[in-house]
């Protein structure tokens, strides 16, 4: 049984009209499914304002659905509220971009877990301190760092107390939401190790949401490939960038800047911005800027199907054979 | 003669009574029609280096505590750091233009992007009608790709997208015609495609007009893609200087090194990403010797009295092979 099960999820947002348009929707997550074993970890990659977020949050419960359903540990959260939530939030944690803005200033380490274990636990004080201690050493920090304040720490180790609050209360499954875009590139390094090392100490299942294909790639045993609130591809790691079935993936496989001269693509330049999610556009939401794109393209919504009979590579296009001759 | 000549400059910020350097003794060049990428982490002075260059660090708490920066145009020449007034205007006007990381926060917002972009042909000063400007203003924005300009030049910021606005940016950079544009993290803020959109329009716009580029970046991707040479800066030192294709595939510095293999690629199956241990030392403590030692995996295999010279000693900047300079005591 999978860890996570999210069925059909929607999260629409109600946009005001004026006092002669109706009010509109716009459609951050449309309808999407997918499961996560425990232990594993699933990358969901997209651009900014592609819902990669929102699902994130929706997910566990930061946002209210539209529609659809959630389970995790096969226990049905979508209709959970007031301290049955709370109790079942130890199932599911988060850790967010910012270590900055999400660590409050005017709390030290300590207090920040201890205010966690506190809600979440039965633990008395003494065994919460030693817990602290044990999550500290866990997301590499020391001891004596435990009473000093977010803006002592660099950017890495606020990381890090992020993840080690995360961690806190012993969650099966941590969304983690851009965790690595805002440091450097040693020190993103050091955090994504961190994260590979926790999973195999803990069978933690992480929903790593990322704009950085390569640094999905590297964690992530699927990926999920986002647009305009859909899935558009989806599959194991290897298949999606080595295998690609859908021209938005190959598009953002091919403007990454790659550093070896020899593995360098030749890129796709895609025409234009991402539509407003207000406005989709009809039949397939690429099709505007997709240069594979035709008649059918344009009146017909293609569903997100396996590529071959049974295969878990799934892609939402109506000419996957055709991507693999693109660029 | 190179167009743009640096030597030595240090640039210090005073904070609190105390001088914390920001940049020191950095070196480098630019030719004409050079795309010369700045690489570093945050806090390494590759910012400062480049906002130093027009003089644009705020004095105080700046202050300029050594070296040239000399720019060559055509018979003149400009020693920036001692210009009065008068020709350090005329110096920014004509010969250097920006653009920064986030386009939203340097545009303003009340004015339409058509009249901002009006303002840098004025302030060339060959241009005194509207519809003379009006003209240069539609065709700088064809120029960087901007369908129906003259709709387009009518918009606020806000009814612009990420992208867009930084294409109005280059516009204005463009506008007033310099030699050398400075693009300080230009697609930091923006996605993969629309990145790679910018990048290229940077490129083609170098091709056209032959302008060098100083491009800013902490992407090692995007300065093997875009640059000509390299300059890596780390705690405020340049550390080493080559060819883009030199520091890609034989850097010299062990901190280059580490860099480059801390990146992750595509379809690289490895299981440990490498890491530098430890975090950039701050300004307030830069250690007395060399400012990579104790994160160095090449001192690590030192002997402790040859480590004692990365200890006490801050190693020069060498050239330790044709075009390829290296600030390290012990890399060959």
């Not at chain 1, 009209?17 to 929707?25: D, T």
């Not at chain 1, 992480?206 to 390569?214: K, R, S």
């Amino acid at each position: 049984m999978p860890l996570l099960k999210v069925e059909n999820l929607k999260t629409y947002y109600r946009v005001r009209g004026s006092w002669f348009s109706p009010a509109k929707y716009l459609r951050a997550v449309d309808d999407v499914s997918f499961e996560l074993e425990a232990g594993e970890t699933l990358g969901l990659v997209g651009e900014s304002g592609c819902g990669k977020s929102t699902l994130g949050r929706t997910i566990i419960k930061l946002e209210k659905q539209s529609g659809g359903r959630v389970s995790i540990g096969g226990k049905d959260i979508t209709d959970l509220t007031g301290t049955e939530l709370r109790k079942a939030r130890s199932g599911f944690q988060m850790i967010f971009q910012d270590p900055y803005g999400s660590l409050n200033p005017r709390m030290t380490v300590f207090s920040a877990l201890d205010e966690v274990l506190s809600i979440h636990s039965k633990l008395a004080a003494p065994a919460r301190a030693k817990r602290i201690v044990e999550l500290l050493e866990m997301v590499g920090l020391s001891a004596e760092q435990m009473h000093r304040y977010p803006h002592q720490f660099s950017g890495g180790q606020r990381q890090r107390v992020g993840i080690a609050r995360a961690l806190a209360v012993g969650p099966g499954l941590i969304v983690a939401d851009e965790p690595v875009s805002a440091l450097d590139v040693s020190v993103q390094a050091q955090i994504i190790n961190l994260l590979i090392e926790i999973q195999k100490k803990t069978n933690v299942a992480f929903l790593f949401i990322a704009h950085d294909l390569a640094v999905v790639e590297h964690i992530s045993r699927r990926i999920m490939v986002m647009y305009l609130g859909k899935i558009v591809e989806s599959g194991l790691s290897q298949e999606v960038t080595g295998n690609t079935r859908h021209p938005y993936t190959k598009a953002l496989l091919s403007a990454v800047p790659v550093i070896d001269p020899v593995t360098r693509r030749s890129r796709i330049i895609l025409p234009g911005d991402v539509p407003s999610p207000m406005n989709p556009p009809s039949g397939c939401p690429f099709h505007p800027r997709c240069p594979l794109a035709r008649e059918k393209c344009r009146n017909e919504a293609p569903q997100l199907l396996p590529v071959k009979d049974g295969d878990a590579h799934l892609s939402a296009c109506f000419f996957h054979d055709e991507v693999i001759k693109m660029g | 003669m190179a167009m743009l000549d640096v030597k030595d400059l240090s640039v210090d910020f005073l904070v609190e009574g105390r001088k914390l350097p920001a940049v020191s003794n950095a070196s480098f060049s630019v030719e004409k029609g050079e795309i010369l990428a700045l690489v570093g982490e945050s806090g390494c002075g590759k910012s400062v280096s480049c906002m130093a260059l027009a003089r644009l660090v705020p004095e105080p708490p700046g202050v300029y505590s050594g070296g040239s920066i000399t720019f060559h145009h055509e018979d003149k020449t400009y020693d920036v750091l001692s210009l009065d007034k008068k020709n350090l205007r005329e110096f920014r006007r004509h010969r250097i233009s920006y653009i920064f990381q986030e386009p939203s926060a340097s545009l303003n917002p009340v004015f339409r992007v058509g009249e901002q972009i009006a303002e840098s042909i004025y302030l060339r000063g060959d241009v005194e009608d509207e519809a003379t400007a009006r003209k240069e203003i539609i065709s700088v924005l064809k120029q960087v790709g901007i369908a129906e300009p003259e709709q387009k030049m009518l918009c606020y910021p806000h009814e612009l997208s990420g992208g867009m606005q930084q294409r109005i940016m280059i516009a204005m950079a463009l506008a007033s015609k310099p030699d050398l544009l400075v693009a300080d993290e230009p697609t930091t803020a923006l996605d993969v495609t629309i990145q790679a959109q910018i990048l290229e329009l940077l490129r083609e716009i170098r091709g056209k007009s032959g302008m060098s580029i100083i491009l800013v970046t902490h992407n090692l991707g995007i300065v093997a893609d875009m640059a000509d040479n390299v300059v890596v800066m780390y705690a405020g030192h340049v550390v080493e200087c080559a060819t883009a294709k030199t520091i890609m595939q034989e850097p010299l510095h062990p901190y280059t090194r580490a860099l480059i293999s801390a990146v992750p690629r595509l379809q690289h199956q490895t299981e440990k990403l490498s890491t530098i241990p430890g975090n950039v030392p701050s300004p307030a403590n830069y250690p007395g010797g060399c400012r990579f030692f104790g994160r160095c995996q090449l001192a690590d295999t030192l002997t402790a009295d040859k480590q004692a010279l990365c200890i006490s000693t801050i190693p020069e900047i060498q050239e330790k092979r044709k075009g390829h300079s290296c600030r390290c005591h012990y890399s060959k």
